[in-house]
């Protein structure tokens, strides 16, 4: 591929313009969409099972595609520029590597993985998680077949997972009951769904190449087959705990607060997983994130500021995490089922 616009064939436009996405109506992928329908400069098509109960966004192309039937999705995918996967972590096995078998065939040229994880420089952190040799997995595939990737590092979603009852953060809101993990001190970097569907809207809203050998300005290929590093906050159990006493307008007094290591929460998660209860896999994914050795936090590693992402309120997101609570029981329930 051409390093510079000015060696690309006629016709060559220098923007992303045509967008697919996989998963468009759900926890990540509709912020992502929303964010990318204010930009005006893009035509979204999202790729919808015939069965899928989510609704995207208004505004976008939906197109109706069997995973199962590669022909089916290589037509969905030809002439899309760019594929945005968004997978339920339920989703039949395998469904990642069809969607970028598919795109690879389809002419595609870049994929967003299924990632929205962590640090991917952390390996240890990431084997222990269960989720780093999975995403490796999926950018080695993309690679292999000689596309390219760029995967979002933005840590755990704040408010997603505030919401997400004990198992998460720790935050019980009908008990009014919260777990602290150790001592409750220990920094985690996180994002909002908000902030992640900004990035993701500004990444593809630049130039793909630079014009020429002249052209310092920043691009889509800075990040090809790397990590886009997005931050909210970095913030402890404490931490949060205080916003939400502000948001809830609640003292000490109102919670009954526990504490309990994040090792134990860690190796109780993993038996948990491996008598099939998926709900094991939750407490621990979040309790190896708070390990106050090895946390997961890459503050320094932020591109907020190289995208121009706004600096949030903290007692906001929190509101927006709460305001999520209803819904996120109802999810457990299901998985629980």
Not at 21 to 42: D, N, Y
Not at 233 to 252: D, P
Request: charged content about 25%; aromatic content about 8%.
């Amino acid at each position: 591929m051409p390093l510079y616009a000015k060696d690309q064939p006629a016709g060559f436009t220098n923007a992303v313009e045509r967008i697919a996405i996989v998963g468009a109506g759900g926890t990540v992928g509709s912020h992502i969409v929303t964010s990318l329908l204010q930009t005006g400069r893009h035509t979204v098509t999202a790729l919808s099972r015939p069965d899928s109960t989510n609704k995207p966004p208004p505004g976008i192309r939906v197109v109706t595609v069997d995973y199962d039937n590669e022909d089916n999705l290589v037509t969905a995918l030809r002439g899309q520029q760019f594929l945005i996967i968004t997978l339920s972590p339920t989703v039949a096995q395998g469904t990642h590597s069809k969607l970028v078998r598919a795109a690879a065939k389809a002419g595609v040229p870049y994929i967003m993985p299924n990632g929205y994880g962590g640090d991917i420089e952390r390996v240890k952190q990431g084997k222990e998680s269960m989720l780093g040799p999975i995403a490796k997995a999926h950018r080695d595939e993309i690679e292999a077949l000689g596309m390219h990737w760029i995967t979002v590092c933005c840590g755990f979603w704040y408010d997603y997972s505030l919401a997400g009852e004990e198992l998460r953060f720790g935050f019980d809101f009908t008990r009014k009951a919260l777990t602290l993990y150790d001592d409750g001190n220990t920094k985690n970097t996180v994002s909002t769904l908000s902030q992640v569907g900004r990035a993701v809207a500004k990444l593809l809203s630049l130039k793909e190449l630079p014009v020429d050998e002249k052209d310092e300005s920043l691009t889509l290929s800075h990040w090809l087959n790397k990590g886009l590093y997005v931050t909210s906050f970095t913030i402890s159990q404490r931490e949060m705990f205080e916003s939400v006493k502000r948001v809830t307008g609640t003292t000490n007094d109102d919670w009954n607060v526990t504490h309990e290591p994040s090792q134990k929460r860690y190796e109780d998660g993993l038996a948990l997983l491996k008598t099939g209860n998926r709900l094991g896999f939750a407490k621990l994914l979040y309790a190896r994130g708070f390990f106050p050795d090895d946390p997961s936090q890459f503050s320094e590693k932020s591109e907020n500021e190289l995208l121009g992402l706004p600096e949030e309120d903290l007692d906001k997101a929190t509101q927006v995490g709460i305001d999520m609570v209803p819904s996120r029981a109802r999810e457990q329930q299901i998985a629980m089922s």
